[in-house]
């Protein structure tokens, strides 16, 4: 990991080979015939890998639809597994195209790292993972306990606001993945592993005994995760946005894998409007009319992706919470495709 | 006439030419003189060319970020520390941690080294073929996977804090550590330093005049029972009038972990465990090499001479093997501080986890903060390579001598 952030610091530096600040990166991916799409190193429901190699989650859906809506065709993307502290360097220099991992809105990210957020794909917050036999109830009795982390994330700085808040001692001990700090914890080196909520419940499917690990009730922070892009290039930033929020509009407007060729056929105005049947929404953004049609034929509609990602669908099954629909209860939103 | 002109090439433009140009004369140093200029050419397209990159991505750039907030906390720090200090301080504590795992690593690893070179050159057996097989095991498995074999056998053996191994009620072992009673100091502390000052000094003295007397007379003058009576005799003697110099603090088991104390991580214990074994396998072949190449007829004199094998090896060939030695072991010395940086692998805050590990990703400063730890690890390079040369060029000389 240390190699490849050097490796990318000298590619920044030396700077030949790096298309900087051009408005060119959705040309320079049609060229390619792929996105490159820098994701996690295997967090299950987000983004990781199956026996046989292929990519999942809702994070990898995210680049799909990127993808679909480019090239109508889900599979041409190439996944980039990166560690939380190599992430943003990858992106800066160019190596990915999008970074599609898991990561947390926050203003130093969007201003100082030369990138920018496009959305949100899902709302999280972060918590504590502890072992049941301990019979701890609240984060509030975890004075004195020893943590593990992976390092380079939010996680850290709000580890240590929340227990200097509370007035509790605490260990951390961070490790350079989010695997070796899980084996850590599973070895008894910590009492608590921390990461985002989600992260938990992916990571707990991995221990040897899932059961008896308990994710507690505090949610000490707000993290939005999201895609990042490069400064620079508007027209990208602009196409990365609406791929999201078209799966956004598509649950809201029902349009799903199954019922798509019908929708297609409808007369409603804001099914015409979205689906391309009227207008040419999707040439503004620099692809095709039909781009929502490819997008929710490649990988279906949010609700959907969520459903088999994280969701009722999934092993980890967490439920919608904050991430379903503005009308149905929880916070995602998107603009009018209009 | 002319010939009176005729005035001999200046000395000092002679002396400069052959300075600049070596034997090549003045062509030579035109060469030079276009290879400094190509190397200063490349430097400057690097760095402009990075910083106009960064500026048009609008990437922050400079080193401003060295005084901001960290707001992380590090679980092994030499100096005080907490996540309200600066990345300045953040990069000194993981700097201190990198020197202290390197410094006690290359203690071990050269004791390690030198008593399985010695182990594998003895005439018994037994010994010889352990030290080869140690020797053959450690090396030829990659360092990253000892680290890891380490710090998990070391964790899966220990217990929980709650059931941890507990020696005299004070000294507790678990899977968080070793943990000690913490030295406090009490007013008898200073008077104790001071006699304990005084008796090492007395002791200098008594052995370099039993030396001295060993070379004037040849006299043997049997000092130890003096130096062992001055070094427990005056401290206790202080400690009689003055009280005590230190109290202990007894760690306790409270919550989760022990309060009070002073812990040995097992993160530092499995690095330098780590580090000090397999660096120790390499140092002991440099060793065994460096005494094999000491001339057999040099241990066969010494024999002769009616010395013990022990001290024919302590003053006729370990002297003369070092000279050898010396330069391979420097290698391993730094290649020891280098592979430190493993350290993130098991959690470690060495200077690449801390700074080049979580300050680089809040920050995001990438080539600011890896030219800064690339410096650091040159520097501390350069630095060991520094003393083992002087402490070569001692030894030559009193080899020489």
């Known amino acids: ?338 | 006439m002319t010939s009176e002109l005729r005035k001999p090439p200046s000395q000092f433009l002679l002396t400069l030419q052959r300075a600049l140009g070596g034997r090549a004369g003045w062509g030579g140093f035109i060469l030079q003189l276009i290879f400094v200029a190509v190397l200063v050419w490349i430097s400057y397209e690097i760095v402009s060319n990075a910083s106009e990159n960064l500026k048009a991505q609008r990437i922050t750039a400079g080193f401003g970020f060295l005084a901001n907030t960290a707001g992380f906390d590090v679980n092994q720090s030499l100096i005080p520390y907490a996540g309200s200090d600066t990345y300045t301080r953040v990069f000194f504590v993981g700097l201190l941690n990198t020197l202290l795992v390197s410094a006690i690593g290359i203690f071990f690893a050269t004791v390690i080294g030198f008593v399985v070179a010695l182990g594998r050159l003895s005439p018994n057996w037994l010994l010889a073929r352990i030290s080869g097989g140690y020797v053959e095991l450690v090396r030829n498995l990659p360092l990253l996977f000892q680290i890891l074999f380490w710090y998990l056998a070391v964790l899966a053996a220990l217990p929980n804090p709650r059931q941890s191994v507990a020696l005299f009620g004070s000294f507790f072992l678990s899977n968080r550590g070793l943990i000690i009673p913490k030295p406090i100091g009490e007013p008898g502390l200073e008077p104790f330093l001071f006699a304990l000052a005084i008796a090492l000094v007395a002791c200098f003295a008594l052995w370099r005049y039993s030396l001295r007397q060993l070379f004037r007379r040849g006299e043997m003058i049997r000092i130890w029972p003096y130096v062992v009576g001055l070094l427990i005799g005056l401290p206790l003697a202080s400690v009689l009038i003055f009280g005590v110099p230190v109290a202990f603090e007894v760690p306790v088991l409270k919550g989760f972990n022990f309060a009070g104390g002073v812990r040995l991580i097992p993160e530092f214990v499995a690095l330098t465990l780590a580090l000090s074994t397999y660096t120790a396998a390499f140092i002991a072949e440099i060793v065994r090499a460096g005494i094999l190449a000491v001339h057999k007829g040099q241990m066969e004199a010494g024999s002769s001479l009616g010395l013990a094998r022990s001290a024919v090896l302590r003053l006729i060939v370990i002297p003369q093997a070092l000279r050898v030695i010396l330069p391979p072991l420097t290698n391993q010395y730094l290649n020891l501080t280098k592979n430190s940086s493993l350290a993130v692998a098991i959690g470690y805050p060495d200077l690449v986890s801390v700074f080049a590990g979580t300050t680089l990703s809040q920050t995001g400063q990438a080539i600011e903060i890896i030219g800064i730890t690339m410096g650091v690890y040159l520097l501390i390079s350069l630095v060991t390579s520094a003393i083992m040369s002087f402490y070569g060029w001692r030894l030559g000389r009193s080899l020489r001598a």
């Open chain 1, 1 to 338: 990991m240390k190699r490849v952030s050097l490796i990318i610091a000298l590619a920044v530096a030396a700077g030949s080979s790096i298309p900087v600040a051009t408005a060119q990166t959705l040309k320079t991916v049609k060229d390619r015939g792929q996105l490159s799409c820098g994701v996690s190193q295997g967090l299950p429901g987000f983004s990781s890998p199956d026996d046989k190699g292929n990519w999942t989650g809702l994070d990898v859906d995210v680049c799909r639809a990127i993808a679909a809506a480019i090239f109508n065709d889900p599979t041409k993307v190439k996944f980039v597994p990166l560690s939380a502290k190599d992430r943003f360097t990858a992106l800066q220099s160019g190596e990915i195209d999008v970074l599609s991992r898991n990561t947390t809105w926050t203003l130093s990210r969007d201003t100082t790292l030369g990138a920018n957020f496009t959305g949100v794909t899902y709302y999280d917050g972060q918590g504590f993972l502890v072992k049941k036999s301990l019979k701890v109830n609240s984060a509030l009795e975890l004075n004195s306990a020893s943590v593990c982390v992976q390092t380079g994330t939010t996680t850290e700085q709000n580890l240590a606001d929340y227990f200097k808040g509370n007035n509790m001692k605490y260990e951390v001990i961070a490790f350079g993945t989010a695997d070796e700090a899980v084996k850590a914890y599973e070895s008894g080196r910590c009492d608590v592993f921390t990461t985002d909520v989600s992260g938990l419940y992916a990571e707990r499917l991995k221990l040897a005994n899932p059961a008896d690990h308990a994710v507690l009730p505090e949610v000490i922070s707000k993290e939005p995760l999201g895609p990042m892009v490069r400064h620079g290039d508007d027209q990208w930033f602009d196409l990365v946005k609406w791929v999201l929020f078209a799966m956004v509009d598509a649950e809201e407007l029902g349009i799903t894998q199954k019922n798509i060729d019908e929708m297609a056929k409808s007369d409603k105005p804001e099914l015409k409007r979205a689906l391309g049947t009227d207008g040419n929404l999707g040439e503004q953004l620099g692809v095709t009319k039909d781009w929502v049609i490819r997008i929710v034929k490649g990988v279906g509609n949010y609700g959907e992706s969520f459903d088999r990602n994280v969701g009722g669908g999934s092993k980890l099954g967490i439920a919608r919470g904050l991430n379903q629909l503005w009308n149905k209860g929880g916070i995602q939103y998107a603009p009018p495709i209009r």
